[in-house]
């Protein structure tokens, strides 16, 4: 089953999606909403679904709801918690996304795989469910879920904000605080977040702590915003030796 | 000079005849029921060097965020890396991927003006031509396979044409990875192949620094170790940065006594 056709790379369409998005999540930083928040509400109003929320899930197992934007996204949080089956439990899994445009009409192997989850959110009145998980590599730390009350894909422009968000959302739950700026850019430094020394320098910097994953991901993040460098450039130097992380620098 | 013709024995083209046959019994070795996509896509730009005799080779992938990502690499030298990740910006693979139609310039110096910022990196990495076919699925591109050489010469159409081959097997690949549960989207699939890399590089940078080797010595390691112990190679690396197997052992090969 494939999507239909797609537009190219970086159409402008898309680009003046994501400013928007930059600009109101700037205009709501000033609300006391906390940033996860923020990040479900805007999905609500830039991806035609009716709600979002964001549950934590660690490595170590343990699984809690970070927000919801009403009171169906709730239920939906909850069902998968208290069941321990359905679309964000097989996201934090296998830290792919899990996209069922239309829970009525899943091909079997769905209805077999989350019986009494479909049965809970099709009572509750959800029709399309996408999880995204909240990733970096082996740093595992929720699942953002979106619904939609009627059925339907995730268009392109929409996929894509979709996935932007859940990038922010990580950060978030990592206690990164993200501007507007960073992930939601197409400032070539704010993407290189996802350039492949950035990873090589945490596994690196993970030995030389002795820390978990996540941990030395905000080290090596905090390290290049103190020197004000690119993460990139510091990263390229911690791969090529010449910088290193010792415990007593921290 | 191709690879086959170093090799010596027979002759060029029975060589490349023969690396041909090995290609496919690697891949239909590989494309069993719960392949590794990571492990694939490394496998066809290691085919895609030996087999065309082309410096350097990278697949680069969608990432659905408006970037392409670097998922595959013939080696893993730093300089290779940025050459291929600098086309998020602009450069054969993005054109390559915008149109769906194979992209080459055969001497970069003569033709710098068409991305200059790419060029240069290119040529100051050591590159003077440079190839992109595209990763397509009927209308769907997903990807493209770029290949460097270091001299200027014009690629053969035959080479072209089994440079296409190889990235249609990767398409392939990438698309129709049996999910564990059901048969998945491009987007699910697209982000799980992104994801594993990540995994992966995560691994090198636990490997590199325990082992006190370079990036390229740790992947051959994780890799060899993955084989040599029939384990998926994202989930050998997710281990590896976990901290559930000793990177001594991946390193070695072997249980430290």
Same mark, same amino acid.
């Given at each position: ?6 537009? @190219? ?51 170590? /197992? #343990? ?51 989350? @019986? ?8 509750? /009145? ?13 740093? #595992? ?11 339907? @894909?995730?268009?392109? /422009? ?93 | ?41 490394? &496998? ?5 060097? =030996? ?23 013939? =080696? ?9 990740? &600098? ?33 240069? %990196?290119?040529?100051? %990495? ?49 698309? +129709? ?9 491009? %987007?699910? +699939? &697209? ?16 490997? %590199? ?20 112990? =029939? ?27």
């Amino acid at each position: 089953m494939l999507e239909a056709n797609r537009a @190219p790379l970086s159409g402008a369409a898309e680009t003046d999606i994501l400013d928007g998005w930059a600009r109101q999540l700037d205009d709501s930083a000033a609300e006391h909403d906390s940033v996860p928040r923020r990040i479900c509400l805007l999905c609500v109003r830039m991806l035609s679904i009716t709600g979002a929320g964001i549950s934590m899930v660690t490595n170590a /197992g #343990n699984r809690g709801v970070v927000c919801t934007t009403d009171d169906v996204s709730a239920r939906i949080e909850d069902l998968q918690l208290t069941l321990g089956e359905g679309p964000c439990v097989d996201a934090a899994q296998s830290g792919t996304p899990v996209l069922i445009p239309d829970l009525i009409t899943a091909d079997d192997i769905v209805v077999d795989r989350w @019986p009494a989850f479909i049965e809970g959110a099709a009572a509750a /009145g959800v029709r399309a469910v996408f999880a995204f998980p909240l990733r970096i590599g082996a740093i #595992n730390v929720g699942v953002l879920d979106v619904y939609r009350s009627e059925p339907g @894909p995730l268009l392109e /422009g929409q996929l894509r904000a979709a996935l932007l968000a859940a990038d922010a959302a990580a950060l978030a739950l990592l206690h990164i605080d993200t501007a507007s700026d960073d992930l939601f850019s197409d400032d070539a430094d704010a993407r290189s977040t996802y350039q492949l020394q950035v990873h090589q320098a945490t596994g690196i910097v993970q030995v030389q702590l002795g820390v978990p994953t996540e941990e030395a991901f905000l080290m090596l993040r905090a390290r290049a915003f103190a020197l004000g460098r690119p993460l990139v450039d510091v990263a390229t130097d911690v791969v090529a030796r010449r910088l290193r992380f010792s415990v007593e620098d921290q | 000079m191709s690879k086959g013709e170093v090799a010596g024995g027979p002759g060029p083209e029975r060589d490349r005849e023969q690396l041909l046959a090995e290609t496919f019994v690697l891949l239909a070795d590989t494309l069993v029921d719960d392949y590794d996509v990571v492990d694939l896509l490394h &496998l066809l730009v290691d085919a895609c060097v =030996n087999l065309l005799g082309v410096t350097a080779a990278g697949l680069l992938l969608d990432d659905q965020r408006g970037n392409l990502a670097v998922v595959a690499s013939s =080696n893993e030298e730093t300089r290779l890396l940025e050459v291929l990740q &600098l086309q998020s910006d602009a450069g054969p693979c993005l054109d390559c991927v915008r149109t769906g139609v194979p992209v080459s310039v055969d001497d970069l110096d003569a033709d710098q003006h068409r991305w200059p910022v790419f060029a240069e %990196a290119a040529m100051s %990495a050591g590159f003077r031509s440079v190839a992109a076919v595209p990763l397509r699925l009927r209308t769907e591109t997903i990807g493209a396979l770029n290949m460097f050489q270091g001299t200027s010469h014009p690629m053969p159409l035959n080479d072209r044409r089994l440079a296409q081959a190889l990235a249609d097997v990767a398409t392939i690949g990438i698309l +129709q990875r049996r999910s564990t549960h059901r048969s998945a989207m491009m %987007a699910e +699939q &697209l982000q799980h192949a992104l994801n594993s890399r990540i995994v992966i590089e995560q691994a090198k940078g636990v490997l %590199a620094e325990r082992n006190a080797v370079d990036m390229d010595a740790a992947f051959t390691a994780l890799r060899r170790y993955a084989r040599n112990h =029939n384990r998926k190679l994202s989930e050998l690396a997710m281990d590896v940065v976990r901290g559930e197997i000793d990177p001594t052992t991946v390193q070695i090969g072997r249980r430290v006594p």
